[in-house]
T-cell receptor, first 114, second 112 residues
Framework: EAGVAQSPRYKIIEKRQSVAFWCNPI?????LYWYQQILGQGPKLLIQ????????DSQLPKDRFSAERLKGVDSTLKIQPAKLEDSAVYLC????????????FGEGSRLTVL | TQLLEQSPQFLSIQEGENLTVYCNSS?????LQWYRQEPGEGPVLLVT?????EVKKLKRLTFQFGDARKDSSLHITAAQPGDTGLYLC????????????FGQGTTLQVKP
């Protein structure tokens, strides 16, 4: 079974530029999550989708971050304009259903903002 | 919002030593998960504990859930260099959204 796919693996941009990350979850997984992980820290949830609807985006900086999950499958996370403090790894995860189940993570997209 | 406190934040030990990592909350956990993350990869689930007082073993790793379901520990016996990584506890808390909240993690380095 294929895992969670993310791209790009690495991205370097200058502040005020824009960037987009793509995630393809495990087939059949209804719930998709985007987390931000600063080096050496635990992941922080940015947004959670159930199919193509947003369940929780309370910690998403909506003035610069946006995310969508068209057709309830793939998802894109965009940052525009980027700030220095956005340098982090952006992890996508999926689970069969929301609740108490296991989350399956992709390898992450490492963003460096100069 | 439930907060998960992990300790210690960083641990550097020699191969063969034992260690314990702790995860605490002021709120009751509905369930608790432990993940391990290696550099350049996403976290991978090690175990889920649900019942107060529960003990689960995974080879040299022993996971314990507190009786009151407000704390958990991970004990590693005879640590090996392959155990090196970031250990994260996580909980769905009391939210009905399925939102999974992580602790800040414990970075473990096992030197040969």
């Amino acid at each position: 079974e294929a895992g969670v796919a993310q791209s790009p693996r690495y991205k370097i941009i200058e502040k005020r530029q824009s960037v987009a990350f793509w995630c393809n979850p495990i087939s059949g997984h209804a719930t998709l999550y985007w987390y931000q992980q600063i080096l050496g820290q635990g992941p922080k949830l940015l947004i959670q989708f159930q199919n193509n609807g947003v369940v929780d985006d309370s910690q998403l900086p909506k003035d610069r971050f946006s995310a969508e999950r068209l057709k309830g499958v793939d998802s894109t996370l965009k940052i525009q304009p980027a700030k220095l403090e956005d340098s982090a790894v952006y992890l996508c995860a999926s689970s069969l259903n929301r609740g108490t189940g296991e989350l399956f993570f992709g390898e992450g997209s490492r963003l460096t903002v100069l | 919002t439930q907060l998960l406190e992990q300790s210690p934040q960083f641990l550097s030990i020699q191969e063969g030593e034992n260690l314990t990592v702790y995860c605490n909350s002021s709120s009751v956990f509905s369930s608790l998960q432990w993940y391990r993350q290696e550099p350049g990869e996403g976290p991978v689930l090690l175990v889920t504990v649900v019942t107060g007082g529960e003990v689960k073993k995974l080879k040299r790793l022993t996971f314990q859930f507190g009786d009151a379901r407000k704390d958990s520990s991970l004990h590693i016996t005879a640590a090996q260099p392959g155990d090196t990584g970031l250990y994260l506890c996580a909980s769905h808390g009391s939210s009905n959204t399925g939102k999974l909240i992580f602790g800040q993690g414990t970075t473990l380095q096992v030197k040969p």
